[in-house]
């Protein structure tokens, strides 16, 4: 029998734990949780879910470290590093700063916030308890910026890597590839091959732990479904189509258009040797969990260099994040509708700065951007409670960011290896 592509599996599994989250979700009823031999089905659905999130994540700290540390030391001199570190960080910012404008403008033109002119505030159910919304977001404040900065240079490298801190694990990997190339043959030839050689076994271990793929998707959608259901709440659904349209506007026209002009590439050959990677991201809701399958799929299926792929793609993990800098503006500008703040072009302008900035150093897990909007809705005066309404469509929409976060990822590591005169396999 042929064996079914891994990406089929996977979107499979996506489709059948819809079903049977869903099949779980409307026999729960206040008396009775269904499961199986007295263990309710999320219990089930959580362990498989948390074991496969788990064996992702348990690469991510040897995986970031060698890769960076072979991709800087390969590109040898400081002035290729900087080159291709400037050229990073450029597309990163225009492609963030595009997302965010692409938000705004749909938001202004949909005006989900808004019913009939009037604000809809009063109809928005606060699905969390104002407790549960304090606990995540307490003390947030637009000083919680600088501190994105400030995290970038930790003071203890080994308590980054526990706390999955992957700026200060970065900013020290760069350090530490660059300083390698700066000793004698005799002591950077055995560093460059260690790190090599972990960086293959981290790449190998990938392989493995995406066969297990299928059954940990099911998992983590199955116990997604079960626990939301498909219902909505109506005030809520237009924001939510208006955020899913522009997210398509940002991935389906604007990247690809960056792709063909400026990356001279086929845009939609990218797109499918990335899918694996986008139904990873969409079943994790992670960037972070994602990072490894990325990093497969750039240089095994898109064909970009490890010099270039490891070191854009971590970077990107974490400081690029296009679907949730869209997300963070969208959120702020339909809560903003929603209570009938004056949207000025100060408050606008505000917006767009901070989901800008707090990108940056959101978290590349599920839910993290609620931290980035609460940093938001606090400078531009609104209660943070009010983030309490996102939560009923939060899970879907992160599915849907993080997908978008990982495509943005993928495209730039695409265009910036062309740039640097690489062939790849998807070349016009
Ligand atoms: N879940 C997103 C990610 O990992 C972050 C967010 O927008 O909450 O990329």
């Not at 732990?209 to 005030?235: C, H, Q, R, Y």
């Not at 679907?323 to 969208?330: K, M, N, Q, V």
């Not at 004056?342 to 599920?366: E, R």
Request: glycine share 8%; proline share 3%; net charge negative.
């Amino acid at each position: 029998m042929r064996k079914i592509a891994l990406h089929w599996q996977i979107l499979i599994a996506i489709i059948l734990a819809a079903a049977v989250g869903y099949a779980v979700n409307l026999a729960t009823t206040d008396d009775v949780t269904p499961g199986i031999l007295g263990v309710e089905y999320t219990v089930i659905f959580t362990f498989i879910g948390d074991l496969f999130l788990n064996a992702l994540k348990m690469i991510i700290v040897p995986l970031i470290t060698s890769s960076i540390i072979v991709g800087v030391a390969g590109i040898g001199s400081g002035g290729h590093l900087g080159s291709l570190g400037g050229k990073t960080l450029l597309f990163y910012a225009a492609t963030t700063l595009a997302a965010i404008l692409i938000g705004l403008l749909v938001m202004n033109a949909v005006k989900p916030g808004l019913i009939d002119g009037e604000p809809i505030g009063h109809m928005l159910s606060f699905e969390a308890s104002a407790a549960d919304v304090a606990a995540r977001v307490e003390g947030k404040g637009v000083g919680d910026v600088a501190k994105i900065f400030l995290r970038m240079v930790p003071e203890n490298i080994v308590h980054a890597a526990a706390e999955g801190q992957m700026l200060g694990m970065i900013f020290f990997a760069i350090l530490f590839g660059f300083f390698m190339t700066r000793l004698d043959h005799d002591y950077s030839e055995p560093l460059y091959k260690f790190w090599n050689g972990v960086f293959h076994v981290m790449m190998k271990m990938t392989n493995w732990i995406m066969l297990f793929a299928p059954i940990g998707v099911f998992a983590l959608v199955a116990n997604v479904i079960a626990e939301t259901g498909f219902d909505a709440a109506p005030s809520l659904f237009l924001f939510a189509l208006a955020v899913l349209f522009a997210l398509a506007l940002h991935a389906f026209v604007l990247l690809p258009v960056l792709l063909r002009l400026v990356g001279r590439v086929r845009p939609f050959a990218v797109l499918n040797r990335a899918k694996q990677a986008m139904l990873m991201a969409f079943s994790t809701a992670s960037s972070s969990a994602t990072l490894p399958v990325t990093m497969e799929c750039a240089e095994e299926k898109i064909g970009i260099s490890n010099k270039v792929s490891s070191f854009v793609l971590p970077l990107g993990a974490t400081v690029n994040m296009n679907g949730t800098a869209l997300y963070e503006c969208a959120a702020a500008i339909f809560l903003a509708q929603a209570y009938g703040l004056d949207l000025t072009f100060g408050v606008q302008f505000a917006i767009v700065t901070i989901a800008l900035m707090t990108s940056i150093g959101v978290a590349g897990v599920p839910s993290a951007s609620l931290v980035a909007i609460a940093i938001i809705l606090a400078a531009i005066g609104l209660p943070v409670e009010a983030i309490g309404a996102l939560m009923v469509f939060d899970r879907i929409l992160d599915m849907a960011r993080t997908s978008v976060n990982i495509w943005g990822d993928t495209c730039c590591a695409t265009i910036i290896a062309r740039l640097d005169g690489e062939e790849t396999k998807v070349a016009l």
